[in-house]
């Protein structure tokens, strides 16, 4: 993959795909415990990866993609310059996939709502370069994503 934008489609695409969904028993908001089971999904997914050969720092990728360039990501708290480049693509593409996909205590806002999104954090809490190449993405290169 040669562009921040081939690797956006990749990541989305196969988020869409191959998301993984946590039940929940109740169908209220989850703010309470959403932040201890993202640090929990995170560290998770690190250790399934870390093992893993390949010329990209997956383990780390995943273990960061809920960090935000302000500082108020999970789970360590990373702030600009300490959160490694390969880290914020996946960080918006993460919120575009969970902006377009039902929740278990929300419908999916759709997809036309993520780039709003990507437009408010831009700089703050996403990565400037990266917000950019998302929004070329769906505004210029009329990219979508497909229903799972």
Sequence with gaps: MSSAEDKFIWILEYKASYSLTFIFDQRSSCDHFCPKLTAKSNQTG??????????????????????RMDGVGCPRGLK????????RIP?????????????P??????VEAAPEEIVRGRGAAYDREAADACL???REKGYHLEKA
Excluded: K, Q, T
Aim: proline residues 10%; charged residues 25%; negative net charge.
């Design 136 to 138: 070329r993405l769906f």
């Design 80 to 87: 600009g310059s300490e959160i490694p480049p390969e880290s």
């Design 91 to 103: 960080a918006i593409a993460d919120v575009i996939e969970a902006i377009a996909s039902n929740r």
């Design 105 to 110: 205590y929300r419908p999916a806002l759709g």
């Design 46 to 67: 690190y250790d399934i990866l870390r093992e893993i050969e390949c010329p990209w720092p997956i383990a780390r990728i995943v273990f960061e993609h809920h960090e």
